[in-house]
T-cell receptor
Framework: GESVGLHLPTLSVQEGDNSIINCAYSNSASDYFIWYKQESGKGPQFIIDIRSNMDKRQGQRVTVLLNKTVKHLSLQIAATQPGDSAVYFCAENPGGFKTIFGAGTRLFVKA | DTEVTQTPKHLVMGMTNKKSLKCEQHMGHRAMYWYKQKAKKPPELMFVYSYEKLSINESVPSRFSPECPNSSLLNLHLHALQPEDSALYLC??????????????FGSGTQLSVL
């Protein structure tokens, strides 16, 4: 079946630096993409989303980029902080209730 | 209130036990979900309820039995589980807009250990 995947399982960055987490998706029918953050002992939390008719969307310190040509999604975190340490999942929704999660990237922030 | 509350947080059960996981939300969401998450893996969809009716069952074994008593509550009844069923069970809710942009709100999960 089709799935969402990630290029890197772990990412280590220095506090204050920018982080970029990448994701590849394979379902060209997907219309909606989401990034979730999961901290230890908690459920995934919504960070930011983007529809397929957009290529960029910005939030507070986070930006999501969508490249439909190569089926690539990325999450950029500006001025990474220790509180950003978590596992980040990209997810896609081709329609309906079936949100499909990628494998996840663990982000370590070094003080 | 933007919380999804799950109880218990931890559960240890034997293979012959019967137990239930509970989930509650008061955001007025009409879709509720059960996901299963193994360690270091992404969440996997198990069940979806829409307007209190079962909409999706992802071929989950019958030893897992979901129930949606009303739009705010979701239960997962467990019976005769196997050790490989040990995992984090996550409840989520969404508005159920009918469109693809269903933003999920997750609870903190129940960490289940089957002995």
């Amino acid at each position: 079946g089709e799935s969402v995947g990630l290029h890197l399982p772990t990412l280590s960055v220095q506090e204050g630096d920018n982080s970029i987490i990448n994701c590849a998706y394979s379902n060209s029918a997907s219309d909606y993409f989401i990034w979730y953050k999961q901290e230890s002992g908690k459920g995934p939390q919504f960070i930011i989303d983007i529809r397929s008719n957009m290529d960029k969307r910005q939030g507070q310190r986070v930006t999501v980029l969508l490249n439909k040509t190569v089926k690539h999604l990325s999450l950029q975190i500006a001025a990474t902080q220790p509180g950003d340490s978590a596992v980040y999942f990209c997810a896609e929704n081709p329609g309906g209730f079936k949100t499909i999660f990628g494998a996840g990237t663990r982000l370590f922030v070094k003080a | 209130d933007t919380e999804v509350t799950q109880t218990p947080k931890h559960l240890v059960m034997g293979m012959t036990n019967k137990k239930s996981l509970k989930c509650e939300q008061h955001m007025g969401h009409r879709a509720m979900y059960w996901y299963k998450q193994k360690a270091k893996k992404p969440p996997e969809l198990m069940f979806v309820y829409s307007y209190e009716k079962l909409s999706i069952n992802e071929s989950v074994p019958s030893r897992f039995s979901p129930e949606c008593p009303n739009s705010s509550l979701l239960n997962l009844h467990l019976h005769a589980l196997q050790p490989e069923d040990s995992a984090l069970y996550l409840c989520a809710s969404s508005q159920d807009t009918g469109a693809a942009d269903e933003k999920l709100f997750f609870g903190s999960g129940t960490q289940l250990s089957v002995l």
